[in-house]
């Protein structure tokens, strides 16, 4: 077993198996916890006012784990910030 393999795993099970077009698909953020992110880095695209996710790979990919927590804890320390700013 991998030190890593936290950060890592494959539903190869899954009705919607391969859902991204990439080459090593990580399923471990099969809902993307940056959706909610206005400019969550990842490429999206707008229909009918839904974000439509289904051409990016950000935490599916190479390294996605890490991007998405550096991400999360970004946004974390941004709302302390705006919180500390407002007392």
């Known amino acids: 077993m991998s030190i890593d393999s936290h950060k890592h795993f494959q539903n190869t099970e899954c009705r919607y198996f391969p859902c991204h077009q990439i080459d090593t698909i990580n399923c471990l953020f099969c809902f993307c916890p940056l959706y909610h992110l206005e400019n969550c880095g990842g490429q999206y695209s707008v229909i009918d006012s839904v974000k439509d996710c289904s051409n990016c790979g950000l ?13 999360l804890k970004e946004e974390v320390q941004k709302k302390r910030n705006t919180n500390e700013t407002h007392k």
């Open 59 to 71: 935490p599916h990919g190479p390294n996605g784990w890490e991007k998405v927590i550096d991400r």
